[in-house]
């Protein structure tokens, strides 16, 4: 699924992920350069790493960037996203149409199209992977606020279907067109037999229609990818110059500065930088002859930053105390004693660069006495032992859980945060946990703060994680946050097409939520910054809309 927001473990730093825009209302086009249509397939290995072990290879019950990387050697959607234009552009459909009235879309699947098993792709695979976004014992809550609005779906041919919408929204082209298919045959045989499709026989062994197969999955180690010999649309990818490797491993590397070991010798083909990284360790003999390091801009929408309060914790439910810890973070000091300049202040959902921005909203300031202040507002006066306030008997005391994988990058900040929060009367408890304990900590809601980052669209839907309904179902609104008049202005913004007045319903949104400091939003990057090794050729170290790996040619 392309079209909903993720989870990422890195709270400054390289987020490598596709947003979404509203729909073009045209056929696709012929997307390739010419310099690209005479590229030749090439062979190697190209190795990187995820700073988890993905707890499942199957999409839908899976809502983190580290696992979709993975899952996306596999799985296709009808159409994808052109990496310079944005356009869409084909892939399992050839061609679609689009009623004059915007509400249907109808898909004409490329008769070539086919899964790793030889089957073809339907369009009952099609229908199959819409209907099981709403099947019964699936938790696919953060996917669902996107499908919501299709009404109907159609199949009128074996390579033909048609999607209706019953209600406008500004996303219906989009979320379809990125509908990741599965293979009905396949799936849903599985989920007869676990319908929560989360047991092994689902969640280790994928099939898709994607050009990769897994060869191997080995352990918590590494996951080895190679290339299918009968991919379906092979000669295509060979025209775009996409693809010019035959294996694609990924090494399974929680911890950054070991994967930084990894890269320097020799063991990955290609590693994101964190603004420390770049700064201070990249300047050895090895970045003069093997390695190649990179610092460029894109017009991808970069994610960001914050720490989510958990409002079912009553201490939090106190917007004064949610202030007041928004207060206490110096992010003039984080961003240039630990990201070295290369990131800045975030404010809300949307990026401080993009149209949706409120430029009268300004980062909350650094200050310990507006701090005491709030705090004071909320009844908290009394200091106890060790200087920490207390109410009726109860310590303000609070813990926050980050991903160990991500404590190069969030630990330092964390640590300044704990000790200016302790010179306010707050006493707070710091928690590395691995990937998997914290996501499952986030869906039972059993935690006071959590510090992570988004990813990010360009013009974003916010329903999956600020609308109340999101709450509910392990959905991604586990801060578990609720304002009646930003759940209405989430429904208008979707329901509007015009851009403009979907622009002013934005910014209403982003100030809204900046009154409530549910998260205190800390930064978003300037830069992509990332390193390879000299073997690795390429045309360009970016295009628009992505840094272009897949057009890499390596010759190890």
């Known amino acids: 699924m392309k079209n909903s927001l993720r989870l990422s473990l890195i709270l400054g730093g390289l987020v490598l992920t596709t947003a979404a825009s509203s729909p073009e209302m045209s056929v696709p086009f012929s997307p390739f350069a010419p310099s690209q249509a005479s590229a030749a397939e090439k062979t190697g290995t190209f190795t990187e790493s995820v700073s988890a072990n993905p707890s499942s290879l199957f ?3 899976n809502n983190d960037g580290e696992a979709s990387a993975v899952q996306e050697m596999f799985f296709e959607s009808l159409a994808d996203r052109h990496w310079d234009t944005y356009d869409w552009m084909p892939s399992l459909a050839e061609k679609w149409e689009i ?4 509400k249907q879309f109808t898909f004409t699947l490329n008769p070539n199209a086919k899964f790793s098993d030889g089957t073809p792709v339907t369009a009952e695979d099609v229908k199959f992977s819409f209907d ?3 099947l019964k014992g699936i938790m696919t809550a953060h996917l669902r606020p996107y499908y919501s609005a299709i009404k109907k779906v159609e199949v009128l041919g074996k390579d033909k279907i048609r999607f209706t919408t019953g209600e406008v929204y500004y996303k219906n082209f989009d979320v379809v067109a990125g509908l990741t298919v599965f293979s009905k045959k396949h799936y849903s045989k599985l989920y ?25 999955w080995d352990g ?5 990818f190679k290339r299918n010999p009968n991919y379906w649309n092979r000669a295509e990818m060979i025209k775009q110059g996409r693809w010019n490797y035959d294996r694609y491993i990924y090494k399974i590397v929680p911890e950054d500065s070991v994967e930084f070991e ?9 590693k994101g930088l964190i603004p420390k990284q770049w700064t201070k360790q990249t300047g050895g003999p090895e970045f003069k002859s093997k390695l190649v390091k990179v610092k460029t801009v894109n017009k991808t929408p970069t994610g960001y930053g914050y720490i989510g309060w958990n409002q079912k914790n009553p201490i939090l439910a106190n917007k004064d105390v949610r202030w007041a810890l928004s207060h206490i973070a110096d992010l003039k000091t984080w961003i240039n004693k630990i990201d070295y300049g290369m990131t800045e202040p975030t404010v809300g959902p949307y990026s401080v660069k993009s149209e949706q921005h409120d430029p009268a909203l300004k980062p909350v300031e650094y200050d310990l006495a507006k701090a005491r202040e709030r705090l004071a507002a909320a009844g908290w006066t009394k200091a106890g032992k060790g200087g920490i306030l207390e109410k009726g008997g109860q310590r303000l005391e609070l813990t926050i859980i980050y991903p160990q994988q991500s404590k190069e990058t969030t630990e330092p900040k964390l640590v300044d945060f704990k000790q200016k929060a302790a010179k306010v009367g707050v006493e707070i408890n710091l928690k590395a946990i691995d990937w998997t304990t914290f996501t499952k900590l986030l869906d039972d809601r059993k935690f006071d703060g959590a510090a992570l980052g988004w990813s990010r669209d360009s013009d974003g839907d916010l329903k999956q994680i600020w609308h109340s309904e999101s709450i509910n179902n392990k959905g991604s609104n586990f801060i578990s946050y609720s304002n009646k008049e930003v759940d209405k202005l989430i429904e208008q913004h979707r329901a509007t097409l015009d851009k403009k007045s979907r622009t002013d319903i934005a910014r209403k949104l982003q100030r809204l939520i900046y009154e409530d400091q549910p998260y205190v939003f800390l930064t978003e990057r300037l830069y ?6 000299n073997y690795v050729k390429k045309d360009k170290d970016t295009y628009n809309y992505s840094i272009g790996r897949a057009f890499w040619q390596v010759q190890n």
């Open 59 to 61: 999409p839908l019950t």
């Open 99 to 102: 009623s004059k009235d915007g």
């Open 132 to 134: 099981i976004i709403f």
């Open 192 to 216: 007869e037999k676990d319908n929560t499709m989360t047991k092994a026989e689902v969640t280790k062994d994928p099939l898709g229609s994607g050009m990769w197969l897994l060869e191997k």
């Open 220 to 224: 918590s180690t590494q996951i080895i």
């Open 262 to 270: 990894m890269f320097r010798k020799g063991d990955l083909t290609f």
């Open 528 to 533: 992509t910054l990332y390193a390879h090794q």
